[in-house]
């Protein structure tokens, strides 16, 4: 790859990054969040992503990043209301720039028409545009609208000759600021360009030497600039370091009636300033000590309100972690994981391998070997944690799918996401993605009713659909539940029976009907909709799921709405198995199946025609599948009472006793592909391999379940499910 | 490294251009591979059976913590199976971006030959044998079949039913 492609890989990538902090902020606002930081980091995201287009000449992208950029501003200088209706635009407008950046990258066209109406609505709430001036809220000073043309926001080209005035500025940098690698010199440099410029310095907060910790921030300047330019570009020139400065702009000669600080233009006099100011340094000279004190806490201090909420703004994390995160290629990490698998299994040869030499457990090289499976598993956790990624990088691609759902369908939807801070395999999430967004669709269409039933069923008319992930026992639960009417039990049993799934009057549970909506070629949408409902509905959320190693449930009660639980694995790496031998063959089948292990007994088991057999466990009747048999290792079934009987919980449910030889043990298993070399197996999940050196196979038990089933049950009802 | 691997194999525009085959003998025939597609050779070792899977593959095997799949030649190319010992040699081939072991008898040579040297397939070969054999070579005469290996595993045939 060259060089400028490379740099148009990251470029891209970047993009992602803002965009999805774009749409973060602009939800967060959305939400009443009124920080000013918040808006920053918005309008940082849309003139990054404007800038970098600009280096590669995308054009349509950087007019489109103008016009929202501006829109922006006039949010962020508050001359404009965040009311739902300007964030609804802006949002669509994230996702128009979402959109442009995509057909950049992939080099497609997009859909012009839709671009210029956006980019019309975003000119009109331009109260320039619209001709009127609004008090500056953020500032204690009143503000002069100044026309809102293009070189405005070009920077420092405002030629266009408005009258020149005296601004004082008061610039106290931050520790951060020169963390970050920005430079004083160069920030005033810039200021100087805009007119005519008086800098001096105030060292009073200057310690004595002892004192003086040489990477904190001591200095503060107060530069009176005489400019043509308005307020925004001198902002704009310390756009890069906001948040990590004090920064005071104020316009000599307006009305500051009350403020302390205002400082007389011109010539300044630095004795003068330091006692009217004394009441403000003490307050920063007290942070400038926090500072010492861990950072976060300081931190958190200037922003008490972001400290409540459990994700700090993405922007005010990064740059504080810059250094601490690298970007790795996948392809080294999986690298790595891989030569940490064959650690483990060369551990568990090793071990195996002291063990038949008869060792004793006490010697030397036996407690060595347990310490070495300890680092073993440590390093292998560890490892890991590098694939591991919050779910948000899925769970940010909703709020958009929500919109345009909810458009379509003319209901009024509100995405309430929890636990996107919880961590799991990167394969994991990236497979999840379509299910999930299957699931919501599903959700906002079948699920939530249309406002009028809503207002009539008394409740408002805002559905609420929910996104929740949180980690629990070793694995990830993800939940999708709505606030609607809940699976319709009469209409579900009346299409399964018509599409002849069921028998008419099959005396079913409700869970049992609700789960019927898992069967291939159900659907329950009258008319085939543009969102869901296309024939493949939740039957491939479920395989997906299932392909994952997870599983699916669901809770729905009439009235109230429906949740949709989805359990997953962690990661798909590793997975903790009983070693069972079968036929003569080594097999692992997965712990989170096994419900409990018995030995038959020889009254316990009963034939029940054709080869099929039932074990009675607790008096009750569970069929006995011979995996051995099943899976033609062996022609003839095994004489149940010399095997064991392994009880697996299927996916819906069921139960089933799968019979085996015997158990070896118990272990975790390194789980690997037999489609990297081979293909699918039927019975077979993966393959694994085990402390002898060998290939042992790892057992899919719903597939040898349903397998066992579809031989049991003969051709006509197969047929009957299939059409 | 295998598409480096793929392209090599795939430069044979130029009959002079020498290209360098790995013999082996199954039985009482010789047979050949390209050698950019071998990557190993190794002593057989106990596969693991797989559950409903055709006579030739003879199950898994761990390849530095790889699941290797090891086709049987002989019973792949219509010969009776072959019964392995640890005389038999597993050719550790790639094939698109899958390795495969095939198991054959013993591993003979090294041939350097050119594109010329390469003979059409005799007309009276089974179906078989023209699925697998790309050509023939005569050296010392005796004939050495070039294995094609692209149909070596069932995964074609089996999509295909």
């Known amino acids: ?723 | 490294m295998t598409d480096e691997h793929a392209t090599q194999g795939r430069r044979k525009t130029d009959p002079q251009r020498a290209r360098e085959l790995i013999s082996f003998r199954i039985g009482a025939q010789k047979f050949c591979v390209d050698i950019m597609s071998v990557r190993e050779i190794r002593g057989w070792t106990p596969a693991t059976a797989l559950p409903q899977s055709p006579a030739f593959v003879r199950g898994v095997v761990n390849l530095r913590g790889a699941v290797l799949p090891i086709v049987d030649l002989s019973a792949r190319l219509g010969f009776s199976p072959t019964e392995p010992s640890a005389r038999h040699v597993i050719i550790v081939a790639q094939i698109g971006d899958q390795s495969v072991g095939l198991l054959v008898d013993a591993v003979s040579d090294i041939l350097s030959v050119t594109d010329n040297l390469l003979q059409p397939t005799p007309d009276v070969a089974s179906d078989m044998a023209k699925t697998f054999v790309k050509g023939v070579i005569a050296i010392d005469s005796r004939m050495i079949s070039l294995i094609a290996l692209d149909h070596v595993l069932p995964g074609a045939e089996r999509e295909a039913a």
Not at chain 1, 150 to 179: K, Q, T, V, W
Not at chain 1, 337 to 355: D, F, K, T, W
Not at chain 1, 466 to 478: C, D, P, Q, T
Not at chain 1, 658 to 666: E, F, K, R
Request: proline letters at 4%.
């Open chain 1, 1 to 723: 790859m060259d060089a400028m492609a490379e740099i148009r890989q990251t470029f891209f990538l970047e993009c992602e990054e803002q965009l999805a902090e774009l749409e973060t902020g602009l939800l967060a606002i959305d939400d009443g969040d009124r920080d000013p930081e918040t808006v920053n980091a918005v309008f940082r995201a849309v003139h990054s992503i404007k800038g970098g287009a600009g280096a590669f000449a995308l054009d349509d992208l950087v007019s489109f990043a103008h016009v929202f950029e501006t829109a922006l501003d006039h949010l962020r200088a508050g001359r404009l209301e965040a009311t739902p209706d300007l964030l609804k635009t802006m949002l669509r407008a994230a996702d128009a720039l979402a959109d442009l950046v995509r057909a950049a990258r992939d080099e497609t066209g997009v859909d012009a028409v839709r671009l210029a109406t956006l980019a019309a609505e975003l000119r009109a709430v331009d109260p320039a545009a619209a001709g009127e001036g609004a008090a500056d809220q953020d500032e204690s000073f009143a503000f002069r609208p100044v026309p809102m043309d293009e070189s405005m926001f070009d920077g420092f080209d405002a030629d266009a000759a408005p009258p020149e005035r005296e601004f004082s500025i008061r610039f106290r940098p931050h520790r951060d600021l020169y963390a970050k690698a920005n430079e004083t010199a160069l920030l005033l440099r810039e200021l100087g360009g805009l007119g005519e410029i008086a800098v001096a310095c105030d060292a009073s907060e200057l310690p004595l030497l002892p004192d003086l910790d040489p990477e904190a921030a001591y200095l503060t300047w107060i530069i009176s600039l005489r400019t043509g330019a308005g307020e925004s570009a001198i902002r704009d020139a310390f756009e890069f370091v906001e948040g990590d400065c004090d920064l005071e702009i104020a316009q000599a000669g307006a009305d500051r009636a009350g403020d302390e600080e205002g400082l007389a233009p011109g010539d300044v006099d630095i004795a003068a300033l330091i006692g009217k100011m004394q009441a403000s340094v003490e307050a920063e000279l007290a942070r400038v000590v926090d500072t010492q004190v861990p950072r976060a806490a300081s931190a958190d201090a200037e922003r008490p309100d972001q400290s409540r909420s459990d994700h700090p703004k993405p922007d005010h994390a990064k740059p504080e972690q810059a250094g601490a995160s690298i970007r790795v290629d996948l392809d080294r990490v999986d690298r790595l994981i891989n030569l940490v698998g064959e650690l483990v299994i060369n551990q568990a040869m090793l071990a195996q391998q002291v063990q038949e030499a008869g060792l004793s457990r006490a010697s030397g090289v036996a407690t060595g070997l347990g310490e070495l499976e300890q680092l073993t598993r440590e390093i292998q956790d560890s490892v890991m944690a590098i694939r591991a990624q919050p779910v948000k990088s899925v769970f940010q691609r909703m709020p958009r799918l929500v919109r345009e759902v909810a458009a379509l369908t003319g209901k009024s939807v509100r995405l309430v996401t929890e636990g996107e801070h919880t961590e799991v395999d990167k394969t994991v999430i990236e497979r999840i993605a379509d299910p999930l967004t299957h699931m919501i669709r599903n959700a906002i269409d079948h699920g939530l009713e249309s406002p009028e039933r809503r207002r009539a069923a008394g409740k408002p008319e805002e559905g609420v659909v929910r996104l929740l992930a949180l980690h629990r026992s070793g694995r990830i639960v993800i939940e999708v539940s709505d606030d609607g009417a809940g699976i319709d039990r009469a209409r579900v049993k009346a299409l399964a029976a018509g599409k002849g799934l069921i028998a008419a009057d099959a005396p079913l549970t409700d869970e049992e009907i609700d789960n019927l909506i898992f069967l291939p070629g159900f659907s329950t949408a009258s008319t085939v909709s543009d969102i869901s409902g296309r024939g493949v509905g939740m039957d491939v959320v479920r395989r997906s799921i299932q392909a994952l190693g997870g599983r699916i449930s669901i809770q729905s009660r009439p009235g109230q709405g429906s949740t949709f639980v989805l359990s997953l694995p962690l990661t798909l790496a590793v997975l903790d198995g009983m070693v069972v031998t079968a036929g003569g063959q080594t097999l692992v089948v997965p712990l989170t199946a096994i419900v409990e292990t018995l030995q038959p007994k020889i009254a316990d088991v009963h034939g029940f025609g054709g080869g099929a057999r039932v074990i009675a466990i607790r008096e009750e009747f569970t069929p006995l599948i011979d995996v051995g048999r099943e899976l033609g290792y062996r022609a003839a079934a095994a004489d149940a009472v010399g095997g064991v009987a392994i009880l697996v919980e299927s996916e819906g449910g069921a139960r089933f006793a799968l019979l085996v030889d015997a158990i070896l043990g118990q272990r975790q298993v390194v789980i690997k592909s037999l489609e990297a070399n081979y293909q699918h197996v039927p019975g077979i999940a993966a393959a694994t391999i085990l402390g002898d050196g060998r290939v042992a196979l790892i057992l899919d038990v719903d597939a040898v379940v349903a397998s066992s089933r579809t031989e049991a049950q003969g051709h006509d009802l197969l047929l009957a499910t299939a059409g």
